[in-house]
């Protein structure tokens, strides 16, 4: 009896495990309007925000796995730096985020639950303006941002996530993938006086994780994100939006055998930002992440994010 609960213990682990991997790809997908605005070149931004995630994770009901929940907190820490490339207006992104979460529920009617804390893993991106949106600076920019109120940008990034967050092989849950993602992005941005129309499509390419939990090695195939967004901007520099996005693909497999937990993911956002002063500015945004499908999760996470820049 006691070897059937500890398989059943373990399958609930592993179901928790690939649903966290999907966690994390949510926070990763950046769910981000005014991504692909035209910016002036040479300006840099750093910036600090704070996430706070709570959610339920629905299990198929042999594994007795119930009333399971989570929350994370995560600071996140990030740099900026838009400059000239190629004749081409280009930005480079860094983010490093540290994180505290809790996972628990009741399995058999007993409770478990675990904790973590630590750094996750980092990401690197760069972007470029293919289309629209030529590399100005100072009035120049100015002048051409009063002169365009119609304009249409199309842009491409590379997005890289680094295996350097913590991770330990002999647990199931960790704050760090142990593994490189690759997310290559495109994107189309129209303006039209105060209002912006914006979409983007990600594929996320997973490298395999070798040393996953017992020795074995975890794969995963690729993740289809499509984004949208409906921006407004308001007097005095404000702006809110409204966003949706879907994730699908992505299915996971341990030693070969596939876990058959495609991602259908849909997200449902809010935004509003306001300057501070002509360099600060804060953001906040509410973010609603729906698997969609009856084994899988929902959570609700809510954004504060500021932001400090110079060099124009």
Same mark, same amino acid.
């Given at each position: 009896?006691?070897?059937?609960?500890?398989?059943?213990?373990?399958?609930?682990?592993?179901?928790?495990?690939?649903?966290?991997?999907?966690?994390?790809?949510?926070?990763?997908?950046?769910?981000?309007?005014?991504?692909?605005?035209?910016?002036?070149?040479?300006?840099?931004?750093?910036?600090?925000?704070?996430?706070?995630?709570?959610?339920?994770?629905?299990?198929?009901?042999?594994?007795?796995?119930?009333?399971?929940?989570?929350?994370?907190?995560?600071?996140?820490?990030?740099?900026?730096?838009?400059?000239?490339?190629?004749?081409?207006?280009?930005?480079?992104?860094?983010?490093? %985020?540290?994180?505290?979460?809790?996972?628990?529920?009741?399995?058999?009617?007993?409770?478990?639950?675990?904790?973590?804390?630590?750094?996750s893993d980092p990401f690197v991106r760069f972007s470029?303006?293919?289309?629209?949106?030529?590399?100005?600076?100072?009035?120049?920019?100015?002048?051409?941002?009063?002169?365009?109120?119609?304009?249409?940008?199309?842009?491409?990034?590379?997005?890289?996530?680094? %295996?350097?967050?913590?991770?330990?092989?002999?647990?199931?849950?960790?704050?760090?993938?142990?593994?490189?993602?690759?997310?290559?992005?495109?994107?189309?941005?129209?303006?039209?006086?105060?209002?912006?129309?914006?979409?983007?499509?990600?594929?996320?390419?997973?490298?395999?994780?070798?040393?996953?939990?017992?020795?074995?090695?975890?794969?995963?195939?690729?993740?289809?994100?499509?984004?949208?967004?409906?921006?407004?901007?308001? %007097?005095?520099?404000?702006?809110?939006?409204?966003?949706?996005?879907?994730?699908?693909?992505?299915?996971?497999?341990?030693?070969?055998?596939?876990?058959?937990?495609?991602?259908?993911?849909?997200?449902?956002?809010?935004?509003?930002?306001? %300057?501070?002063?002509?360099?600060?500015?804060?953001?906040?945004?509410?973010?609603?992440?729906?698997?969609?499908?009856?084994?899988?999760?929902?959570?609700?996470?809510?954004?504060?994010?500021?932001?400090?820049?110079?060099?124009?």
């Amino acid at each position: 009896m006691a070897k059937q609960r500890d398989k059943r213990f373990g399958g609930a682990l592993v179901l928790l495990t690939m649903l966290s991997l999907f966690a994390d790809d949510a926070g990763a997908q950046d769910l981000e309007p005014r991504r692909w605005s035209h910016l002036p070149t040479g300006m840099n931004v750093i910036g600090a925000s704070t996430v706070w995630t709570d959610g339920e994770i629905f299990a198929d009901p042999v594994i007795r796995l119930e009333d399971t929940t989570f929350e994370k907190y995560t600071l996140s820490s990030s740099y900026v730096r838009t400059f000239e490339w190629l004749g081409k207006s280009s930005r480079i992104d860094f983010a490093l %985020p540290y994180a505290a979460g809790r996972w628990e529920g009741l399995l058999d009617g007993d409770y478990v639950s675990t904790r973590r804390h630590g750094f996750s893993d980092p990401f690197v991106r760069f972007s470029m303006n293919l289309y629209g949106a030529p590399p100005l600076k100072g009035m120049q920019y100015v002048r051409y941002r009063a002169s365009h109120p119609v304009t249409t940008t199309v842009g491409a990034a590379v997005a890289v996530t680094l %295996p350097f967050g913590e991770y330990y092989a002999d647990r199931l849950i960790n704050l760090g993938n142990n593994r490189y993602v690759v997310r290559p992005q495109l994107g189309v941005l129209h303006q039209r006086g105060p209002w912006q129309f914006e979409v983007t499509t990600t594929v996320s390419f997973y490298e395999d994780n070798d040393d996953f939990f017992g020795g074995t090695r975890l794969a995963q195939d690729e993740m289809w994100f499509f984004q949208g967004h409906v921006i407004r901007t308001l %007097p005095r520099n404000m702006w809110v939006s409204a966003s949706g996005g879907f994730s699908y693909g992505g299915e996971s497999a341990i030693n070969g055998v596939a876990k058959d937990n495609d991602d259908h993911t849909r997200y449902v956002s809010f935004s509003f930002g306001m %300057p501070i002063n002509n360099q600060q500015s804060v953001k906040i945004t509410w973010i609603n992440a729906d698997t969609n499908v009856i084994i899988g999760s929902t959570s609700d996470s809510l954004v504060l994010g500021w932001s400090l820049n110079w060099g124009l």
